[in-house]
């Protein structure tokens, strides 16, 4: 393993806080520190606010963050994977129509099996009436009965394949077509990390194992409450219930996180105001303005 393999962390994401815009998400990371304090986090969404991001130690006791800063890196996509989905659409396509014709053949040979009946031969001139040959007849009957019903259950067999055939490509084309406009026209990925330094962290020659905790705000989340109130008539009290709908598009997977709703405002200023010097007392007239003032530049010359 080399050494910028092992300066870098992979981290899960552990709760979100879901703001009226916007979302505060809290990550967790641990590893080995390299000899130098010098880690990378990996799995940061490229939405992340890089002013926002804040990183502390949660262990062991006596390491700290010095530095903190978000680092964007590049690399070149790999191509395989589109062709891999075209492949698999071609393959999925070709499947389709394969089940399409066996559907189709089988509802001619059901419609041939159909079209089966009996045709009494054509009585000559003079020739009398022949008797019907029942037997035969029920016995074709009985045969094309039994036949169109072998039939029919091999046609529904067949739908049922043509469905899920029909099903698996739409689902791989729908993938093909996200996997192609979510590509960069320059065909490099980017991938954002935080780079850390941490201080104390190597005791001797032996790294320490240090578990990190990471915060960051990302724009592209919402969430809207819904109230609902139930009162009965003639009643003292009722039952307010509050539902809450999310909607998040930062480029992360939010199933089985903690979530957490905020109705403060995510970028509302927090600087301190300034305060205005008050003077209490008795008022004092202002000073008269002096007669004195700076002599213009260059009177010398």
């Known amino acids: 393993m080399s050494e910028e393999t092992a300066r870098r962390w992979g981290s899960t994401l552990d709760s979100v806080v879901v703001y009226a815009e916007g979302a505060v998400c809290r990550r967790l990371a641990r590893g080995a520190v390299p000899p130098d304090g010098r880690v990378r986090v ?21 390491v700290r963050v010095t530095e903190a800063r978000v680092e964007v890196a590049s690399e070149p996509l790999d191509g395989d994977a589109s062709d891999a989905l075209r492949r698999e659409v071609e393959r999925l396509r070709d499947a389709h129509a394969a089940a399409e014709g066996r559907r189709d053949r089988q509802r001619t040979l059901i419609a041939e099996v159909e079209g089966l009946h009996p045709v009494p031969p054509a009585r000559k001139h003079g020739e009398p009436h022949r008797r019907t040959a029942v037997d035969a007849w029920l016995e074709l009957a009985d045969f094309v009965d039994g036949r169109l019903a072998r039939l029919h259950a091999r046609l529904a067999e067949l739908e049922e394949e043509l469905r899920r055939a029909e099903h698996a490509l739409s689902v791989a084309a729908d993938r093909l077509d996200r996997a192609s406009t979510d590509a960069p ?44 109130l139930s ?21 992360e997977d ?23 010097s008050v003077r209490i007392g008795r008022r004092q007239a202002a000073p008269a303005p002096s007669g004195w003032r700076e002599p213009p530049a260059g009177l010398s010359d």
């Open 231 to 251: 009162h009965r008539r003639d009643d003292d009290g009722g039952r307010l219930v509050l539902r809450a709908s999310v909607a998040q598009r930062t480029g």
């Open 185 to 228: 026209d320059e065909h490099v990925e980017t991938s954002v990390c935080a780079v850390l330094t941490l201080d104390g962290a190597a005791g001797g020659e032996a790294p320490a194992d240090v578990e990190l905790e990471l915060e960051y705000g990302v724009p592209g989340a919402v969430w809207v409450p819904a109230y609902r």
């Open 42 to 62: 990996a799995g940061l969404p490229r939405t992340l606010d890089p002013g926002s991001l804040r990183a502390r130690v949660l262990g062991p006791a006596g």
């Open 254 to 276: 939010w199933t089985g996180v903690r979530l957490a709703l905020a109705t403060a405002d995510l970028r509302r200023r927090t600087d301190l105001p300034r305060l205005r």
